[in-house]
């Protein structure tokens, strides 16, 4: 069974740093693209940026470059997703995704607050 | 990039309706489209993907078409857990979602 498995919701601080990560399963994980989903409250879905696991090679969306890291381990079937410093505008839902699978993880709740 | 203009932004129906959501891409995608519905607090899931092949497990009444530029989502009758907003996403070059068809009860 395919599984996408994220880490559990944040609560930080403006200028904070963070990484949430998305555990793979089920499915050969350098094989497919995987990527990251911003979802703002009650707002529709923007996709970030998305990496292929066997090379790593990665694009972002232009609203994202420079403004978040997106990496894999593949030693760990695992996706990351980093923030050097939050903004309070960083605060959403945020998923990964195989897109041509069409599998989710089931989302990270990042709350950035002072 | 390219964009994806999807329509309408809402839409309120009954249940039993017929309902269609158009995606149009900003340049030719092929077949390179999925069709995805969210739930309130709940992952998207994909229901339809290549344009027109169902995704396992979805149910028959939904159904996609179309190729190229312009893709449409059908629902034949609208049922009371069809009730969410729609996305199309191309990934024919990267990926780009439509903005949304939140489909609501008349």
């Not at chain 1, 090679?57 to 403004?67: A, D, N």
Request: glycine share 10%; proline share 5%; aromatic share 12%.
């Amino acid at each position: 069974e395919v599984q996408l498995v994220q880490s559990g919701a944040e609560v930080k601080k403006p200028g904070e740093s963070l990484s949430i990560s998305c555990y793979a399963s089920g499915y050969s994980f350098t094989s497919h693209w995987i990527g990251w989903v911003r979802q703002m409250p009650g707002k529709g879905l923007e996709w970030m940026g998305i990496i292929y696991p066997r090379d790593s090679q990665s694009r972002y969306s232009p609203s994202f470059q420079g403004q978040v890291t997106i990496s894999v381990d593949k030693a760990n079937n695992t996706a990351y997703l980093q923030w050097n410093s939050l903004k309070a505008s960083d605060t959403a839902m945020y998923y990964c995704a195989a897109p041509n699978l069409g599998y989710w993880g089931q989302g990270t709740l990042v709350i950035v607050s002072s | 990039d390219i964009q994806m203009t999807q329509s309408p932004s809402s839409l309120s129906a009954s249940v039993g309706d017929r309902v269609t959501i158009t995606c149009r891409a900003s340049q030719g995608i092929s077949n390179d489209l999925g069709w995805y519905q969210q739930k309130p607090g709940k992952a998207p899931k994909r229901l339809i993907y290549a344009a027109s092949y169902l995704q396992s497990g979805v149910p028959s009444r939904f159904s996609g078409s179309g190729s190229g530029t312009e893709f449409t989502l059908t629902i034949s009758s609208l049922q009371p857990e069809d009730f969410a907003t729609y996305y199309c996403l191309q990934h024919h070059n990267y990926l780009t979602f439509g903005g949304g068809t939140k489909v609501e009860i008349k």
